[in-house]
């Protein structure tokens, strides 16, 4: 018997922890898609209050790029609570993205790599792995 075989059952226990913690994590997401924990409840209360009016996009996400709230003109990009927001709409809009640097210094960053727009990113007080990544187009006149 070769070494592999005798090391096969440790490998199919190996497999079905890695299973079972798989099947974990798609049952947490089937209770709340966004990933959404009570922890978050609140700000993403104050999220949209504050920025359900603004007139860009914006988001709160986490350090992973994962949208866990969004305002409307958002939702309407297809920025939807549990996607991540490098996925949606082309790959040029997240050149440059400063949300790793954000995390990295713990300061709002801003960029206009984008002529027609500017953006954003800010921490959020008391919630060190969020962040609200705004952009706002230019107007012409």
């Known amino acids: 018997m070769g070494k592999e075989s005798r090391n096969v059952p440790q ?49 709160l996400i986490d350090r992973n790029h994962h949208v866990i709230a969004a305002n409307p003109v958002a939702l309407e990009k297809g920025f939807a609570p549990g996607c991540v927001c490098a996925k949606v709409g082309a790959p040029e809009i997240h050149r440059q993205c400063k949300l790793t640097r954000l995390f990295q210094t713990g300061e709002a960053q801003t960029d206009n790599v984008i002529e027609d727009r500017i953006r954003g990113w800010m921490p959020v007080e008391g919630y060190p792995d969020l962040s609200v990544h705004f952009a706002v187009m230019i107007p012409e006149e």
Request: glycine letters at 8%; a negative charge.
């Open 11 to 59: 490998r199919i226990n190996e497999m079905e922890d890695i299973l079972d913690q798989a099947m974990q994590k798609m049952d947490a997401l089937e209770e709340n898609p966004a990933g959404e924990s009570a922890e978050y409840a609140e700000v993403i209360g104050m999220f949209h209050r504050m920025w359900d009016g603004f007139p860009g996009l914006a988001r």
